[in-house]
Each structure stands twice: as structure tokens, then as C-alpha cells.
């Protein structure tokens, strides 16, 4: 009985190639469409239920990417859960991570509305595409580890095929080899919107241009039956369709291609068409994908009927059953957690002088394992550092042991514009210009202008940069100041004056999240008017000169520099004040400290508790005016460069010469980006440090209302505080600057 058996067995082994012959060969062909195009992953789910067999894999754009994912072994589900994983809004960016920017990332960061560049050569001016796309091209290096030399598409589990347009000649270009990251990303990089994929002497774009359901690309391949997922991208659009320029610019580029997508849909045997209405290409919202993916499923589950019909014309019965997870057993695709040997480590196109601090910076040591989820860290710091404008990996050579980080210089110059309103400024403009001289000197010099209402500046900054961490500093800022300072909730005088400041200081940011600072610097103050509301005068002024040794060291963790999540900021500062040096008004020099400190601590995913302390000392028995301890504001450093900010004070008054504060916010994300906020802080100031408790109190509060749009948060709040009489309010739409 057993020899019975095994003659059985091996009669089905040899059988099996001319059985398997005579059916015939499948491809499925995934069209362009976006965001939409996550219904290919539902299709593909009932095709592998139904005992499909799948021999070709060709596709456009969104059907690129999950067709070459499919291709190499993913399955259904697990493209499903990636889709699911994703942080769409980071992805389809540039941004970065703010832990994972260096410090003065993280201060230029959320500032500016408009950045563009600008330099002495044409290429420096020009910008290729709104996102490079660089964090997408990551994302598909580290869902594609092993295909990322040059590959042969067609060894693939699957053979793949996938097309892009070559913006210098005009015509499709098919990937069936090369880099399967590079081609997914060239398939889909939308002309201006991403920036093109230059390879060899081509420009490559979106092939949804020439070819968005390449039904010809799956025949050329040897395919006998193709099955099709079309999302009605390519469709001429009626006369009550047309609209917006949106639907304009999509029925030019229809009509571009539509004699080729009408001979490919002629030449489908199976074509599922899922309604997509009322999303767009652009609905990367969680709710729209996840409706988009079941509505592909439940498409192909409603054509059960026509989906067995097709598997009796492949030459398959309906019992037949086709399985591809013992190849996916086979190669399975790495995960986050697997830990790889990475034998060197190559820096293609960076500068000489920056490769020992880039190899610091990414943390990984050449000759040792490392998990994917700490390579994907190591990537997002480096692109973090904005020290060149793309970054990118790929695992080469046998077993993938060499990691080849490849940069591109960045446009060496840029402009930079932020604006502001609020009810106390009404308008605040700043405008920087920048310029890198990296590839000679590693330097920068700097131009930024600011314009309002209450205080006008122009700064010149220039740094010579040992490397992106360190660097040495000179600067000078001139600004004029128009200031009202009050005195319990009432108008006392009014200051017109102008000040100069030139500063020599080191800067050291060997962490990410952590920057020393020391140096030099002079500032002169020469006051034109000092207009009191009545017939005291408090203070006695005249233009002075004051030089100063300081020092700072920050440490801050925050995922956001508004509504953060996590983390905390802790800041501490020492200035000394002389004259001359050593001395002031031929007596001993008077100094300053301060002390910040902020965390946030969530309560749940949408209410947080946000604790502060912080204050400020004077040390010495004859301050100068010019650095007398002042409150008021939402922020510190609003007007005045040591402003503490106080709940329930909107305006500038002055305070003796130790200030405490402790604050506590409750912050409740009530809809999207939308934020109430409550706030309660006291204070207590003396001009003896040592009674400090003996001093003055202060207490307020404020409710306010605030929602974080792209230009900045737009905000109102009401408070109230022991220091006036009045309901106090404030507006502001803008970044603070």
C-alpha cells in the first residue's frame, strides 16, 4: 500500500510542470490613483481567496508600489497593515521628526511660512518639486531590503514591471530591472507636486502621463489573461464634471492618454472598477483609506461569480486551488525588529570634512548588527540635520552588508519669510536670507529683518562652522523700540530708544537635543523719550554701553514646538554686566540667572497637563534698567529679551529683582487640530532673593481657544490676574518671532 502511495506521489510530482503548462499564464494589472489606490490591496485579498493563480504583476504609480510590495511577497494583509501604520501627513512631506532635528533645526522650525532657495548657480534656484519625497523613498528601502541593488525584476516571486516618463525624451520608461525603492519611487512622483528621479540622463515622473493601466507592459511580458483594477483616473470626465482647475488638470492629462488606456481596457479579460466617490487622490485621511480598501474588497466580492468563470478559462476548475505562501515562507520580507550585519558603511556625496561627525550622528558602527528600526532612526537624524537637501540608503553587496548612504548638496542659499498678526502688534513681518559657503569654508552668513509695530531689528549673523554641531558666532542687531510699560494693569510710561548688539559666542550641540552656548557680547542703549503717564519718574536713564560674558545650556525633548505631546524643555542662563570689562560704575558688576522649565504630561490622547517653573534673579546691588526683571505675555522674550510670561497679563510690566512663576495648563484637543486651553500661574517677586516668600504675589488665569493650521496657530484667550482691574484679551494668527 505504501509503495501504492509513493508511485501515486511521484507520478503528481513529474505530472505537475505539463498539468501547470497547460493553463494560462495571469497577469493582474494595478492602475495609478493615489490615495485610491489602496482598493488594489482589497482586490488582491479575494484573488488569492479564490485560488487565482498570479503570474505577472504590472503597474502605475499607487499601483506600482503595491503591486511591487505583492510582487516580492508581501501578502494582502500585510500590505494592509502598513497602509494602517503609516503617519501619511509626515510621509507625504519632508518633515522630520522635531527629536530627530539638530538644535538649530529646531529654532528655525515652525517660523517661517515660505522658504525658497536661491544661489549663484541655476540649479540652486530651482525648484524640482513642492516634496522631494525623500521620506516616501525610505519608507520603500526599508519595506524593500534585498532588491535594493541592481535586480532583476522578473526573479522576483512574481515578475513586476512597473512605468515612469522620461521628461527629456517624452516616452514611457518600464523598469524590469535596477533598484525596485528607485522605481516605485520614479512611478509615482507626481510632476511638481514630487521631485523627479533623475537616473542616467532621464528625468522621471508619474507614468500615470502616458500609461496609467499598463495592460500593454503585462502582454509584452508573455500574459494570456489579464485582470485589471482601474480607479476611474483615467476616464474622460463629462461636461457636469468639470469644475474646479483640479478636474481641468485631470482631463488634460486624460485626455493625453486616453487612446492608449482605451486599446489596454479593451484588452482586459477581468476589470474591477471600485466606486471611489467621493474621495480623491489626495484623502490620505485614516477613515478615507480604510472605506477605499473595503470598497476594492467588497467590489471583487461581489464578482465572485465572474472571478470563477475566469479561473475555468485560465484552465483551472473551481476546486483548484492556488497558494503563494510557501514562497512567501521562502522570502519573507524583513521586519522592523530584525537585526541584520552591516560590514561597512559609505557616505556617497557628502563633503570630506563632514564624514566624522555624520558617522557620530547616525550612531551606527560599522562590523555589527543593527535592527531596521534603528536604521530607520539613523535616517531620519541624518535628514534631520538639513546639512544636505536628500538623503537616502540602500543595503548592496552580498547578504546586504554594505549600507550606502547617499547624499545631495543642498541649494547653499535660502529665503525665508514669517508673518503675524495679533490684537497688541496688529502685524509682524520677518524675513531671513541665508547663504552657505560649505563648499569652501563651512560657513554662513545671515540676513534677517523684522517689522512691527513695537520693535523693528535688522541682524547680520555670520558663523564659521567646525561642523554642523559647532560652531563659532558674530553678529550684530540693531532694533528700535517703541514699548508701553504698565504697572498694574495701568499705563506708566511710554520708551522710545534704539539698541545695539554685537556677540561673539561657541556654540556646542554634540546631542540632538541639547546645545551649550558662551561668549561675548556689547549692547548699547540709547534712549530717545521716556514719556510717563504721571508726575513720577521711577526710573533714570541715559545711553549706556554694557559689556557681557554669558553662557546658556538647553535641553529640550519636545515633539512640537506647539500643542507638544511628550517631553520637556529645561533652560538655564548666566550673563555678567560690566563697563569696562571688569567693573560697573567703578563698582562691583551685577549679573543674572534664569531658569525655565516645561513638560508635558498626557492624561489621555487628547487631554495633557503641561506643568512650568521658571524665573529670574538678579544678583548685585546696582542693576541697570536695561535688564531689570519684566512679566507679561504669552511667551517669553515677547518685547523685552528677559520677558517672563504670566497668565492673565497681556502688556510689559516691570518687577523687582526676583521673580518666581509656576504655571499649570490644561490643554484638551477637542477636533482635529482644534485646543482648549486653561491656565492658572502664581508668582511672588522681591528684590531680595533670600525673602522671596515675603515678597509680592501674583496670581492669574486665562481660557483661551486655539487651532493649528499650517500658518501658525490662530488663538484668543481671556484672562484675568491681581495686577488689573480689566478682562484681558488676546488675538494672534502666525508663528511667533
Sequence with gaps: MVKKYLSLLLICLFAWPAMAGERKKVAVVLGGGGAKGVAHIGVLKVLEEAGIPIDIVAGTSMGAIVGGLYAIGYSPDEIKEMVEAQDWDMLLSDKVKRSHLLFPEKEKAERYIVSLPFGLEKKD??????????NLQNLFSDLTIGYHDSVDFNSFQIPFACVAVDMVSGKDYIFHKGSLPLAMRASMAIPAVFTPVRLDSMVLVDGGLNNNYPVDVALAMGADIIIGVDLATSDLRTYDRLHSPGDIATQIIALHGYDKYARNRDRTDL????????????????????????RGEAEARCRWNEIMALKRKIGLSDTDTFSIQARRLAHRPVLPADTFYVRHIRFDGADPRDLNWLHRICALKENSYITLKELRKSMSILVGTNAYAYVNYKLTGESQQDLV???????ESSVNLGIRFDSEEIIGVLVNATYHKGKRNHSRFAFTGRVGSKISSAMLDYSIERSPLRNFNLSYKFSYNNLDIYEKGDKRFNTTYTHHLAEFAYSDMNWLSFKVKAGLRYEYFNYNSFLYTGSDELYTVKPEGFFSYFASAHLETLDRRYFPNKGVSLEADYSLYTDNFVKYNGRSPFSAIGLKFMTVCPISSRLSLLPAFYGRVLIGGNTAYPFLNAIGGETFGRYLSQQLPFAGINHVE??????????????QRIAGNNYITLTGNYGIHNNDFFHLLEGKSLWGGSLGYAYNSIAGPLSATFGMSNRNSHLQFYMNLGFMF
Design 405 to 411: 548612504l547617499t547624499l545631495q548638496p543642498k541649494s
Design 654 to 667: 516691570i518687577l523687582d529683582n526676583s521673580v518666581v512663576v509656576a504655571r499649570l495648563q490644561l490643554r
Design 271 to 294: 476589470l474591477f472598477r471600485p466606486d471611489m466617490e467621493p474621495y480623491r487622490s489626495s484623502s490620505f485621511a485614516p477613515a478615507a483609506l480604510d472605506t477605499m480598501l473595503h
Design 125 to 134: 534656484r530651482v525648484i524640482d518639486g513642492v516634496v522631494k519625497g525623500q
